[in-house]
């Protein structure tokens, strides 16, 4: 049985989320790393938050800490099934 934990394509969603989120609120890697650091006490620097984005390797609670270091909003499960469906069909 294959471990849906490591879900190729759910961290793919993950890093599109996190990634569009850092555009629309302006955040780099070093600005996000600093606000984590201030606001939450979690010591990242800016090439391992990169890592952990890019590999979708993020564990729900850095997820949620990242999104609410950017200021999110919401966040839309419809959204995030939208395109985590867009990338299982790709491939």
Same mark, same amino acid.
Not at 11 to 36: C, E, F, H, P
Not at 40 to 51: A, S
């Given at each position: 049985? +294959?471990?849906v @934990?490591?879900?190729? +394509?759910?961290?793919q969603? %993950? &890093?599109? $989320?996190?990634?569009?989120n850092? *555009? ?5 890697y070093?600005?996000?790393?600093? $606000?984590? #650091?201030?606001? @939450? ?5 800016? *090439? ?5 984005? #890019?590999?979708? !390797?993020l564990? +729900? ?5 990242? =999104? =609410? &270091? =950017? *200021? +999110?909003? #919401? %966040? !839309? $499960? ?5 395109? @985590?469906?867009? $990338?299982?069909? *790709?491939?």
């Amino acid at each position: 049985m +294959a471990n849906v @934990y490591q879900d190729p +394509a759910m961290k793919q969603t %993950l &890093a599109r $989320i996190v990634r569009s989120n850092m *555009d629309l609120s302006g955040n780099t890697y070093r600005s996000l790393s600093q $606000i984590l #650091s201030e606001r @939450y006490g979690i010591e990242h620097n800016p *090439d391992t938050l990169r890592n952990k984005v #890019s590999t979708g !390797a993020l564990g +729900a609670q850095m997820f949620l800490f990242m =999104m =609410m &270091a =950017m *200021d +999110a909003e #919401s %966040l !839309a $499960i419809e959204q995030v099934k939208n395109i @985590y469906q867009k $990338i299982k069909n *790709d491939h």
